[in-house]
């Protein structure tokens, strides 16, 4: 199964630690996403980049980094000072031209649990 | 401002029942809206676009500009209907702004 991964599926923190999500796909996509799901809040963006070594803050960027070196993949960092990184994580890439350049493709998810 | 409202968290029909998820929107350019859609341990995907007007699973939407709304219907709903519904908004940029989600439960 192709496509948009994410890892580790699962991921428990004890507080004052930071903790890197993986996000790799072999879309050849231009455009990937970070997201976080909250009950009742729905999906809001972290961060984004369009273009290797590139990326932009999103609605809820900070207690988070990202980097960009390669074209397949995006890591998130949730660092200590994120104040409530209890969440589900989702990640995202598109195409940025061509057929059906506005759909966004998603990972399964990481859920990650601070202790 | 660029947001995407869905008023309800959670909608309750039973099968056969016609179905109508809300979503409006506030946009000062020309809206691009899509529905998104996650099924039960399944990940998140992209139900349908105005811009293709196309009917996906029975579901059709309609961009009332008018209105600033972009509902989501079926007439006949069925169980495997139930899921989380996101309406989300392209903005200015390739970013999506998403609503805060629908729930949908069919029952038998």
């Known amino acids: 199964d192709g496509g948009i991964t994410q890892s580790p599926k699962y991921l428990f923190r004890k507080e004052g630690q930071n903790v890197t999500l993986s996000c790799e796909q072999n879309?050849?996509?231009?455009?990937m996403y970070w997201y976080r799901q909250d009950p009742g809040q729905g999906l809001r963006l972290i961060y984004y980049?369009?273009?290797?070594?590139?990326?932009q803050k999103g609605d809820i960027a900070e207690g988070y980094s990202v980097s960009r070196e390669k074209k397949e993949s995006f890591p998130l960092t949730v660092t200590s000072a994120q104040k409530n990184p209890t969440a589900f994580y989702l990640c995202?890439?598109?195409?940025?031209?061509?057929?059906?350049?506005?759909?966004?493709?998603f990972g399964p998810g990481t859920r990650l649990t601070v202790l | 401002a660029q947001r995407v409202t869905q008023p309800e968290k959670l909608l309750s029909v039973f099968k056969g029942a016609p179905v109508e998820l809300k979503c409006n929107y506030s946009y000062s350019g020309s809206p691009e809206l899509f529905w998104y859609v996650q099924y039960s341990r399944q990940r998140l995907q992209l139900l349908l676009r105005h811009i293709s007007r196309e009917s996906i699973k029975g579901f059709t939407a309609d961009l009332n500009k008018g209105e600033t709304s972009f509902h989501l219907k079926k007439p006949f709903a069925q169980e495997e209907d139930s899921a989380m519904y996101y309406c989300a908004l392209k903005g200015h940029t390739d970013k999506l702004i998403f609503g805060t989600g629908t729930r949908l439960q069919v029952f038998p």
């Open positions: 879309l050849n996509h231009d455009a």
């Open positions: 995202a890439s598109s195409k940025l031209a061509g057929l059906n350049r506005d759909e966004q493709f």
């Open positions: 980049s369009q273009i290797v070594n590139d990326f």
